[in-house]
């Protein structure tokens, strides 16, 4: 089991930046993977960037450039940089943790989200 708590949403203006937080509640060392999704009003949640637990990343074309996944295994967190934010990005952000059991299952574990608000 893990839980995982976001933080760092906010109101700001296109053009500018956010820095959102997940913090895991156990060493995240031995995670799958780690990403973040979105779900915008009206739409699907999807997929924004993961990051493995080799340090190997993926981002959603939507994002690519402006937007970087890290992780910092000694914290527990894994962190998005979002940079040149636009007003399409507002979404609630949710971060997410794919895990494999000792049985070999597959297991995902969400945060509550964190809403990212751009707009003038």
């Known amino acids: 089991q893990v839980q995982l708590v976001e933080s760092g949403g906010g109101l700001v203006q296109p053009g500018g930046s956010l820095r959102l937080s997940c913090a895991a509640s156990r060493s995240i060392f031995s995670i799958n993977a780690m990403g973040w999704y979105r779900q915008a009003p009206g739409k699907e949640r999807d997929l924004v960037a993961v990051?493995?637990?080799?340090?190997?990343?993926n981002y959603a074309d939507s994002v690519k450039g402006r937007f970087t996944i890290s992780r910092d295994n000694a914290k527990n967190t894994v962190y998005l940089q979002m940079n040149s934010l636009k007003p399409e990005d507002t979404a609630v952000y949710y971060c997410?943790?794919?895990?494999?059991?000792?049985?070999?299952?597959?297991?995902?574990?969400w945060g509550k989200g964190t809403l990212v608000t751009v707009s003038s």
């Open positions: 990051i493995t637990r080799l340090r190997d990343t």
């Open positions: 997410n943790a794919r895990t494999s059991l000792e049985s070999g299952r597959v297991m995902d574990y």
